[in-house]
T-cell receptor, first 116, second 112 residues
Framework: DAGVIQSPRHEVTEMGQEVTLRCKPI?????LFWYRQTMMRGLELLIY????????DSGMPEDRFSAKMPNASFSTLKIQPSEPRDSAVYFC??????????????FGPGTRLTVL | GEDVEQSLFLSVREGDSSVINCTYT??????LYWYKQEPGAGLQLLTY???NMDMKQDQRLTVLLNKKDKHLSLRIADTQTGDSAIYFC????????????WGLGTSLAVNP
C-alpha cells in the first residue's frame, strides 16, 4: 500500500483565498483524522471521521474551516477565507478497526500551508 | 481531563543511551505509543505497548510502563545521529473512539 497520501505537499496563498487540502487514506481503513501542527500549539486534532461520517469536530478552530469525506478513499479540509494564523503543517492520518487492531494511526507526509 | 506530558528537549552524545519520559493521566488507556517525526516528515509509529505489560523490547528500543505512576519511557540504546527527531508519546483516548491523546513531543538532538 502507498500509505496515506496528501496533496499538495506545499501551499502558499494570500490572505482571504480559499485553500483545499486533500487526503487519501490507506485502503480499508475506516477512521480518518485531520491534524494541525504548529510550534506554539503542537499537534492538534481538528476533526475525525468513522466510515465517512464526522464523529468529533470540536477541534475545528472556527467556521472558516470545513471538512468532508464523500467516500472511503477521499477527504478534504477547506479553509475559506484563509488567514496568516492558519499557517501550519496539516496532517491526515487513518486507522483501522479490522481484525486485531490497536488505535495505531498512520500519518501522511503533511501539507505545509503558508498564508501571506 | 486527559493529558500527556513530555519534556521538550533532550541532547545526548552519539553512542550513549537516550531516555525519553512521558506521563499520562488516563488510567484506562489500552495502548500507549511512541511516534517519531523526522524533519519535514509525518509522524511514524515507532512502537507501542499494551497497558497490561511492563516492558517491551524491540532491537535498540526499550519501552517501560509504570501504570501506578502513569509513567512511560522510551530508551534508545547506542543512539545514532539518525535518531535525531521529535518523539511523541500518545495514549488511547477514553472509550472506544479511536482518538489518541498526544504529548507535545521531545526533540532529541544527537551530537557526534
Amino acid at each position: 500500500d502507498a500509505g496515506v497520501i496528501q496533496s499538495p505537499r506545499h501551499e502558499v496563498t494570500e490572505m482571504g483565498q480559499e485553500v483545499t487540502l486533500r487526503c487519501k487514506p490507506i485502503s480499508g481503513h475506516d477512521y480518518l483524522f485531520w491534524y494541525r501542527q504548529t510550534m506554539m500549539r503542537g499537534l492538534e486534532l481538528l476533526i475525525y471521521f468513522n466510515n465517512n461520517v464526522p464523529i468529533d469536530d470540536s477541534g475545528m478552530p472556527e467556521d472558516r474551516f470545513s471538512a468532508k469525506m464523500p467516500n472511503a478513499s477521499f477527504s478534504t479540509l477547506k479553509i475559506q477565507p484563509s488567514e496568516p494564523r492558519d499557517s501550519a503543517v496539516y496532517f491526515c492520518a487513518s486507522s483501522s478497526t479490522g481484525g486485531f487492531s490497536t488505535d495505531t494511526q498512520y500519518f501522511g507526509p503533511g501539507t505545509r500551508l503558508t498564508v501571506l | 481531563g486527559e493529558d500527556v506530558e513530555q519534556s521538550l528537549f533532550l541532547s545526548v552524545r552519539e553512542g550513549d543511551s537516550s531516555v525519553i519520559n512521558c506521563t499520562y493521566t488516563d488510567s484506562s488507556s489500552t495502548y500507549l505509543y511512541w511516534y517519531k517525526q523526522e524533519p519535514g516528515a509525518g509522524l511514524q509509529l515507532l512502537t507501542y505497548i499494551f497497558s497490561n505489560m511492563d516492558m517491551k523490547q524491540d532491537q535498540r528500543l526499550t519501552v517501560l510502563l509504570n501504570k501506578k505512576d502513569k509513567h512511560l519511557s522510551l530508551r534508545i540504546a547506542d543512539t545514532q545521529t539518525g535518531d535525531s527527531a521529535i518523539y511523541f508519546c500518545a495514549e488511547s483516548g477514553a472509550g472506544n473512539n479511536r482518538k489518541l491523546i498526544w504529548g507535545l513531543g521531545t526533540s532529541l538532538a544527537v551530537n557526534p
